[in-house]
């Protein structure tokens, strides 16, 4: 019996080529003396040394403690990078404001698969055993700013109750139950946490947040004497 010869087209390996992952390299500056082109030939030796091909280059200007990463540019990059993907930065700072928002960031691109690396400190967080460890470093890292965010916190209650200050929930209409917490959530603001992480923090949303500040007209700005 004469067995029937395949389709063509029954073997993807052959008819089709695998797509090569994508390279991404986010670019984000603060101030004016910060050396784009300097950063874009550190990247293209990166990118050269292990061989990842073509660079597609994202550029922004942000501030790092005034914009969280998911109000920047690098977020859609996040967004539409897929698995084996890579995303090159100069240096890890470049992705968050903070080491809290850095690590939420990482943490996704590693649920993802995406490969992120740094040309400072030739880091690079791509599934082997020294990038656990760097992410295990970012974990203990975040830990202590979440330590340092309350013992700052305590010490804005306590420089607020020598000055004199009313703590507690205001008498009257339109309470909230962020109004007991107001003290402590200007100090997180002044100290640079971003919103999200005081929403949470206070079992409420970011419109909710929002919202409150603005209703009770407070504005208080990051204080980047005690932002580390």
């Known amino acids: 019996?004469?067995?029937?010869?395949?389709?063509?087209?029954?073997?993807?390996?052959?008819?089709?080529?695998?797509?090569?992952?994508?390279?991404?390299?986010?670019?984000?500056?603060?101030?004016?003396?910060?050396?784009?082109?300097?950063?874009?030939?550190?990247?293209?030796?990166?990118?050269?040394?292990?061989?990842?091909?073509?660079?597609?280059?994202?550029?922004?200007?942000?501030?790092?403690?005034?914009?969280?990463?998911?109000?920047?540019?690098?977020?859609?990059?996040?967004?539409?990078?897929?698995?084996g993907d890579r995303l090159i930065v100069p240096e890890m700072s470049r992705l968050g404001r903070s080491m809290l928002d850095i690590l939420q960031l990482l943490s996704i691109c590693k649920e993802k698969g995406i490969d992120v690396h740094a040309v400072k400190g030739n880091w690079s967080l791509n599934g082997t055993i020294e990038s656990k460890i760097i992410m295990t470093i970012y974990?203990?890292?975040?830990?202590?700013?979440?330590?340092?965010?309350?013992q700052r916190t305590k010490e804005g209650l306590r420089a607020a109750r020598?000055?004199?200050?009313?703590?507690?929930?205001?008498?009257?209409?339109?309470?909230?139950?962020?109004?007991?917490?107001?003290?402590?959530?200007?100090?997180?603001l002044k100290n640079g946490s971003p919103k999200k992480f005081i929403a949470n923090r206070y079992g409420t949303t970011p419109a909710n947040l929002h919202n409150w500040l603005k209703k009770n007209k407070i504005d208080v700005k990051p204080d980047t004497n005690l932002i580390t």
């Open 139 to 150: 974990a203990m890292a975040a830990e202590i700013e979440r330590d340092l965010i309350s």
């Open 1 to 83: 019996m004469v067995k029937p010869k395949p389709k063509k087209g029954n073997h993807p390996g052959k008819d089709q080529k695998v797509k090569p992952p994508k390279t991404v390299a986010y670019l984000r500056v603060s101030t004016v003396d910060q050396d784009l082109e300097k950063n874009k030939a550190d990247i293209l030796k990166l990118a050269n040394d292990r061989s990842f091909g073509k660079v597609e280059f994202v550029e922004e200007k942000a501030s790092g403690y005034k914009t969280g990463w998911k109000d920047r540019k690098v977020k859609k990059i996040i967004d539409d990078l897929k698995k």
């Open 162 to 188: 020598a000055k004199g200050k009313l703590l507690g929930r205001p008498k009257g209409p339109g309470k909230s139950k962020l109004d007991k917490f107001r003290p402590e959530i200007e100090a997180l």
